[in-house]
């Protein structure tokens, strides 16, 4: 007790003496941000603009609006972007694709505020890409204390790709995940299905290996917590080549974020952008400018693991039962059935007060993407 009463004034001191510390830069208010790809897929390719705070300040990104943006090839063709939402610029399909073998740059001017400056990409060349040999997962058992005498599984998804022309040293990957679930009640909306897209930098580099071969690269892990693996799940992979300047890049962004949590929270001062102010050196940019050729592959997983999480218990779904017809304030609004039972007698309906236990829109779509397979 005596060792207590004197350490508790001492720490109060150090505590009390705590003061934030917030670096002086000579950096702009604010710096613009590039997320942008092209590929040699058909389809729209999209870039993002927008501007956040300097390093050593959090903040969420504010897109960018009023910008001409286009790209322009070692042929001297041009191709323009147009405006689709609020910082968001997409091609046209009809008009552009990308070629392996071209040298694209990118170019960012303002289109009414003159005041404003302009931006450009280096050239870079579209680099051919191999494909995927396999994707493929493993149970993986983990380890914790439970009431079971079986260990509860998760789901480790694994990638191998190899290049045999030994062309393509540096690899990124990209993912969507699709799943479907079922609300374990008999409601018109029970089965959803709801994708998500990979939020982490997935990279490796063959560079220090004799041969371009990468075998069991853990692309995602699926831990029990969740319902992706508690009916059917697919994951769908895009494969990218990068040039030795963007690998670069991801990697000290990778660690980076690793750090603050993600991927802009914190504007990393030591990443070099392939985007350049040209009227001005000394306004820096964040982001890259991605040209790749891009291969994809798609697996579906149907499988029992063993304790998945269950997100529809009793207790945070049965909020009331209610006998023999009587009413149900605020029915369908803030209160919602999701049991009926008529015989034998008594009758009477379960209701909860979350409608996620009710509708399964809240989550996903009740429309099945056309890419779903039914097993028997």
Request: hydrophobic fraction near 30%; charge should be negative.
């Amino acid at each position: 007790m005596k060792l207590i009463q004197v350490l508790i004034p001492f720490i109060l001191l150090l505590t009390c003496c705590v003061t934030k510390f917030i670096p002086q830069t000579n950096e702009n208010p604010e710096l613009l941000v590039v997320e942008g790809l092209i590929t040699d897929q058909p389809g729209a390719n999209t870039l993002k603009l927008s501007s956040t705070l300097p390093i050593g300040i959090r903040s969420n990104a504010k897109p960018l609006t009023g910008y001409y943006v286009s790209i322009t090839d070692d042929l001297g063709n041009a191709f323009y972007f147009r405006e689709t939402d609020t910082g968001t610029y997409v091609t046209d399909p009809s008009i552009f694709i990308g070629t392996i073998g071209r040298f694209y740059t990118l170019h960012i001017d303002p289109s009414t505020d003159k005041n404003k400056h302009r931006f450009e990409s280096y050239p870079i060349e579209m680099k051919p890409v191999p494909p995927i040999d396999s994707i493929y997962y493993e149970k993986v058992e983990i380890s914790e204390n439970n009431m079971w005498s079986q260990p509860p599984e998760g789901c480790q998804i694994f990638l191998n790709t190899h290049d045999p022309t030994n062309q393509c040293r540096y690899y990124r990957w990209e993912y969507t995940e699709t799943w479907e679930f079922r609300i374990p009640y008999n409601v018109p909306n029970s089965t959803c299905w709801i994708s998500s897209n990979s939020d982490k930098i997935n990279i490796k580099s063959t560079g220090s290996l004799a041969e371009t071969r990468i075998l069991r690269y853990k692309l995602n892990y699926i831990s029990n917590q969740s319902d992706r693996l508690k009916v059917k799940y697919s994951i769908l992979v895009n494969q990218y080549s990068l040039n030795e300047d963007e690998y670069t890049y991801w990697e000290k962004l990778q660690n980076i974020s690793e750090q603050v949590g993600g991927l802009y929270d914190m504007i990393p001062s030591g990443i070099i952008s392939n985007v350049r102010c040209i009227d001005n050196p000394d306004v820096k940019v964040v982001g890259f400018f991605s040209v790749s050729a891009t291969t994809s592959r798609r697996i579906f997983i149907k499988d029992n693991f063993f304790g998945q999480a269950n997100l529809y218990t009793d207790d945070d779904c049965i909020a009331d039962t209610v006998f023999n017809g009587a009413f149900i304030p605020n029915l369908n609004e803030t209160a919602w059935v999701i049991i009926e039972h008529f015989y034998p007698p008594p009758t009477y309906k379960v209701i909860t007060y979350t409608r996620g236990c009710a509708d399964c829109t809240t989550r996903g779509t009740t429309q099945k993407p056309v890419f779903w397979k039914d097993y028997k």
